[in-house]
């Protein structure tokens, strides 16, 4: 199976914009569908945005939509997740995900290959 690990996370002031990038190593990345969670202090894990193995279709929680996009380069075995109008309420880890046999994008269950996760701080 693939192992991933996420970069790109850090300290943005409000209304900033982050780019995550996840690379993935090991087995064929193309058949998998990638995921973005994220996880707050005190907060249970939450889907962020998915995207299936061609590319082709995406998904967002409502509380993204229209402020962040998921792309994916299976040539390069990376997944994206551009953040803009970054509010506090964003700050979390982030975390990429994979799934080769597929299920519900928005439940961490239907994931089997976690990230170490990437830390996103906004302030105010």
């Known amino acids: 199976q693939v192992q991933l690990v996420e970069s790109g996370g850090g300290l943005v002031q409000a209304g900033g914009s982050l780019r995550l990038s996840c690379a993935a190593s090991g087995r064929a990345f193309s058949d998998y569908t990638m995921g973005w969670f994220r996880q707050a202090p005190g907060k249970e894990r939450e889907f962020v945005a998915a995207i299936n193995s061609s590319g082709g279709r995406t998904y967002y929680a409502n509380s993204v939509k229209g402020r962040f996009t998921i792309s994916r380069d299976n040539t390069k075995n990376t997944v994206s997740l551009q953040m803009n109008s970054l509010s506090p309420e964003d700050t979390a880890v982030y975390y990429c995900?994979?799934?080769?046999?597929?299920?519900?994008?928005?439940?961490?269950?239907?994931?089997?290959?976690w990230g170490q996760g990437t830390q996103v701080t906004v302030s105010s």
């Open positions: 995900a994979a799934t080769y046999y597929g299920g519900v994008v928005s439940y961490p269950t239907t994931y089997n290959v």
